[in-house]
Structures are given as C-alpha cells and as structure tokens.
C-alpha cells in the first residue's frame, strides 16, 4: 500500500467511526447538536446572528430508517421535509449524526474577490492562499501585503488562530489550521470557523480531507479554466457528526498515525528513487567491471592485447601508405609500460620516426591485467564526422538515402527514419557505430542503413579492425557520463579530440569477445526487470 492509500484509509476510518472504539457513556452527538441549536435560537433572538438562508437543517432518521433532511423557519414551521439516502454515503455509529457543515460552524467565509498585490519584502502583514499550503496540512508560506491591502481584505472577519483555510480552487483540498496573527485570506481559499462545542477544526479538517469528501469535490468540481468549488457545495457538505469525546479521541489517534504515515512515505520514496535508479546503477557497475577485467576471468592462452596493437597498427600503416587513410596529426600513438614500471607513450610517424616519450602515469585511471594494454581510441578507430544539410538538400519523402540528426534519429539505441538526401556528402555505412557529440550528447547507435547521410551532431567511427567494435562500444557506453561532463557552449557538445584521446583498456580480442556476450547477457537481464 502506498503511503497517500494508507493516509486515505486511516482518514475514511476516522469519518466512518472505525478509527477508534466508540465509548456509550459519550453524550450522543443529536444531543449535543440539539442544545447547539437552542442556543444559537437565544442568539437569533438577541439579534447577534442571522437565521439560516433557507431554514434551518435539521436531519434525523425517519420511520422507515432513511435519513430525512426537513427545513424549519424562525417560528419553527417546516418548509421542507425529503429523504437525503442518496446524499448520505455510509453509515455511521448510534451515537453519531449526520449535519449540514454550515450548520457546525459559526463562520463560513469566502475570500474576498479582488485580485491582492502581494509584495517580495515582509511587511507583518501577511495573506495565505492556494499555494501556501500542501496536501499533509502544513503551511509553506505565507505572501506580504501592504498595511492598507490587509485591512481591506479583512472585511468583517479577521481569520484567527484555530481557523481552518480551505482552498477551493486549483489545488482543491488543501487546508491548514491558522497558528498565527495579522493573516488575511488570498485567492482561491475559504475559511472555516467551527463551533468548538459542538465540532474540532482538526476533525472538522479531517473530514474536508477525507476520501468522502474527496469524491463530491471531483463530481462538483467546475469551470472551463481553473477548476473550482463552490462556496454553497462546502457549505452543504454532510459532516458525519460523532460526540466530542470521540472527536477528540479520533483527533489524537490522527495526530499518532500522520507522522508514521508520513515516515513510510519518505521510506516509500526513497525506495522509489532506488528502483528507479538501480538499474542504471547496475548497468553502470557491469561496464565498470567489464573495461576493469573484472566481468569474466582472463584465459592465459588469450593472444595479448599488446601483440593486437601492434597488428592494427601495422595495418593502419599500410593504409595511410596506400593513401586509403591519413596519417594520424603528430604520428600514431603507442603506449608502453617503461622500466620502471610507469606507462608512457610515444609517436611515430609514417616513416616510422619516434618522440620522446612522455610519462602518462597520472593519466592512467586504474590497473588493468597483464593481457591487457592501454591505447588511445584514436589508434583502434576511424572518426568521420557529420554535416549540416539545408532544409532545401532533404526531403520526407523518401528519396535518397537517409539524413541522420542527432535530436530526430536516435531511439533507445536503434534509428529511425524520418527524413532523405540525395546530396550525399558525409556517408556513414551499415554497421558502423554512430555518437552523437551535441545536443543529447553521448547516443549510440549501430548504422542500420546501407547509406546513410549524417549531420555535424553525429561522429560517425570505424574500428581498424571489425571485431573490436562490440568492445570499444561497451567502453564508450562505460565512459558517456565523463564524456557528456566535457560537453561546451549553449548547446552543448564535444570535440573530436575528447573521443580520439580518450584511453581505452584494451583486453586481447578472445576475451573482447568473453566480455561483450556476458555483459549483453547481463544487461538485457537488467532492462527487463
């Protein structure tokens, strides 16, 4: 059960009398209502109050054991006398009743309907509206006003300490019990002023939230802009009226239960934000492992990975001198462990010429086994980067081959079409594997088309040699979160050289193979959780 089903049960049983036991020494609540009225009738008479609009409610259980609603004037005659089952939702204990809420308060009072200027600096006077309250009843804040704007929206009434402000507009609902001095009422809220001998504001808050209530909300809920709530529905609401002893007794148990309901939510959550984070967490530690050589174990009858190096280079000479490749900027770069057991790395030019070596140790993120070596992705691939077409070189027609963005084309890893060139300058081929570098940088995927034209949001790299391309793909999906973190500019992106001097823990080819069928493995396990 979630924590907002939990609150909502303890709530629905708090209204229907299942919370707590009821006690048959309490006064019965049409006892304790029936004096009310007797001396709200002195107070009529006295002239400091007005008769009810419409009569006075008075519902009580008929002969055949419905509730009936009858409305009574000042000499007592009855203007109005029906059956109200369908209006009453449950029932409830003997000793409760069921009363109109206007009935149980001595004010009901709507916010004043012009518009406030609130102001940024405090003044001492303040107002409370529909967005200074949540929906667990505690205030969040509170909006300044002039001296001048508070006295005119206090009108008549001045909201005390103990007052209920209940928002019957946008977040339709909320409410919270007044604490303090010099408050008005903002927009979109009303007040609630109980009658503390006959009904608990914190009772009378209870029911306002309760799922009973809750369901004549959304079936008078109106208006075509902002929802609301009508001040005469809040009035007319049918309050399931215990005895006061029992309020109070239900109030205390609420206050015991909203606190622990309010522990599990947060338990809840962060459980929520756990699941909803591991499998990124358990993804991310499975690529860790695997460009760690920790996923599978090493075989020592694997070829080394320094012996693959040196074949990929000797074939990337052979290329560059066969003019089918240019020479890497500053000569090919080869990395070696020195005497003294610190890594290093060189350059060697075309015709085989050597730098002097430079010690790279502080660059070296972790230790690798000994099968392994270290190379720079620049020596392992080929980078073709993308350009930008105008709208007029493409079409949505389908004619040509596909134009590739780095925003339009890419989804959970595969492509889609959904636009075609035939100015084709910038192929990238079937199989190649595709990376955004700006915008949502840090997308990968395997280039399904024959052809395909990609625009300057989308690096487009070859290995050197086929196989290793599975492998290089595991260590860039390891490494896209410190990629993305180099990303410059408004919208963000990288530059060729963030990839290319990227360092790659480089395993020998069997066990690249070892790597990327287990961590598939364990991934795909992962996404279908």
């Excluded at 709530?11 to 007797?38: H, T």
């Excluded at 009810?52 to 008075?58: F, V």
């Excluded at 001296?147 to 008549?156: A, D």
């Excluded at 105008?390 to 959904?418: C, M, R, W």
């Amino acid at each position: 059960m979630k924590a907002k089903d939990l609150k909502n049960s303890i709530l629905q049983m708090a209204v229907e009398g299942k919370l707590v036991p009821q006690d048959p020494y309490d006064e019965p609540a049409s006892v304790l209502l029936e004096r009310i009225r007797e001396e709200r009738h002195k107070l009529i008479v006295e002239g400091k109050v007005k008769f009810p609009k419409g009569g006075e409610s008075i519902i009580y259980t008929g002969s055949d054991g419905s509730p009936y609603e009858k409305r009574v004037d000042a000499k007592g005659r009855v203007l109005s006398d029906k059956s109200i089952a369908e209006e009453v939702p449950f029932g409830i204990p003997g000793n409760w009743t069921w009363a109109r809420l206007e009935d149980c308060c001595k004010n009901v009072v709507d916010c004043p309907h012009s518009t406030p200027q609130y102001l940024a600096a405090a003044t001492g006077f303040t107002a409370i509206d529909t967005n200074c309250m949540d929906d667990n009843w505690n205030l969040t804040d509170l909006r300044n006003l002039s001296e001048e704007s508070y006295r005119r929206r206090t009108g008549r009434y001045v909201p005390r300490p103990g007052d209920i402000v209940f928002s019957r507009e946008g977040s339709i609902g909320r409410s919270v019990i007044l604490d303090s001095e010099c408050v008005c009422l903002g927009q979109r809220v009303m007040l609630l002023s109980s009658n503390p001998k006959l009904l608990l504001n914190k009772y009378c808050q209870v029911v306002l939230s309760s799922p009973y209530a809750w369901d004549l909300y959304l079936v008078a809920n109106v208006g075509t802009g902002v929802k609301h709530i009508n001040v005469s529905m809040v009035k007319r609401l049918l309050v399931p009226l215990p005895p006061l002893a029992e309020q109070r007794r239900i109030v205390e148990r609420v206050n015991e239960l909203m606190p622990l309901v309010e522990e599990y939510g947060e338990l809840e959550d962060a459980r929520e934000a756990l699941d909803a984070a591991l499998p990124g967490r358990l993804r991310k530690s499975v690529l860790q492992m695997a460009v760690r050589g920790k996923l599978v174990p090493q075989d020592p009858s694997d070829e080394p990975a320094s012996e693959l190096l040196e074949r990929i280079r000797e074939q990337r000479r052979q290329l560059v001198a066969e003019k089918k490749m240019k020479a890497p900027k500053g000569g090919e770069s080869v990395v070696f462990a020195g005497s003294d057991g610190r890594r290093y790395e060189k350059r060697v030019d075309a015709r085989g010429r050597e730098s002097e070596p430079v010690c790279i140790e502080d660059e070296i993120p972790f230790d690798i086994p000994e099968s392994w070596a270290w190379a720079r992705l620049e020596s392992l691939i080929t980078l073709l980067s993308g350009t930008d077409l105008k709208p007029a070189q493409y079409n949505d027609l389908g004619k040509g081959v596909p134009y590739l963005t780095g925003a339009s084309n890419f989804k959970h890893g595969s492509l889609i079409e959904n636009r075609w060139t035939e100015e084709v300058s910038r192929i990238s081929r079937r199989g190649e594997l595709l990376f955004t570098c700006k915008g949502t940088v840090g997308e990968m995927a395997l280039n399904s088309f024959d052809q395909a034209h990609i625009a300057r949001q989308i690096m487009s790299i070859m290995p050197s040699k086929k196989q290793t391309l599975p492998y290089i793909t595991v260590f860039l999906g390891c490494m896209v979160e410190a990629i993305k973190s180099q990303a410059k500019g408004v919208i963000p992106g990288i530059e060729r050289s963030t990839l290319l001097h990227a360092l790659v823990p480089f395993p020998p080819l069997q066990e690249q193979v070892r790597i990327v069928t287990t961590a598939n493995a364990i991934l795909a396990l992962i996404t279908s959780q």
